[in-house]
Nanobody
Framework: VQLVESGGGLVQAGGSLRLSCAAS????????TGWFRQAPGKEREFVAA????????RYADSVKGRFTISRDIAKNTAYLQINSLKPEDTAVYYC?????????????????WGQGTQVTVSS
């Protein structure tokens, strides 16, 4: 399984981005998908996750109401719509495939990771 993120960039505070995560090899369809981020000098943290069915989504408190996770099974792609960006959202964003169908919030529950895409928010 290979995961490739895209869509990051430099934006002003208050702006929006849509991150994509394209999967090759085995599909997302039977597994949950998660997004995580890592800022310089900090540990990787949970951002959002979606169950295999798409019926369950989970978000970190810091992004609720601003970020939306979704998937297009036909395209084998997951998305993270990020709105109302803040400077503290600056980080490398990673997508990951869960070990099962559950939308988990811990990194240990994910077995495949992308290389990450940089999001930088200027104030």
């Amino acid at each position: 399984v290979q995961l490739v993120e895209s869509g990051g960039g430099l934006v002003q505070a208050g702006g929006s981005l849509r991150l994509s995560c394209a999967a090759s090899g085995r599909t997302f369809s039977a597994y949950a998908t998660g997004w995580f981020r890592q800022a310089p000098g900090k540990e990787r943290e949970f951002v959002a996750a979606i169950s295999w069915s798409g019926g369950v989504t989970r978000y970190a408190d810091s992004v609720k109401g601003r970020f939306t996770i979704s998937r297009d099974i036909a395209k084998n792609t997951a998305y993270l719509q990020i709105n109302s960006l803040k400077p503290e959202d600056t980080a490398v964003y990673y997508c990951a495939r869960s070990q099962d169908a559950i939308a988990r919030i811990d990194t240990h529950g994910y077995d495949y990771w992308g290389q990450g895409t940089q999001v930088t928010v200027s104030s």
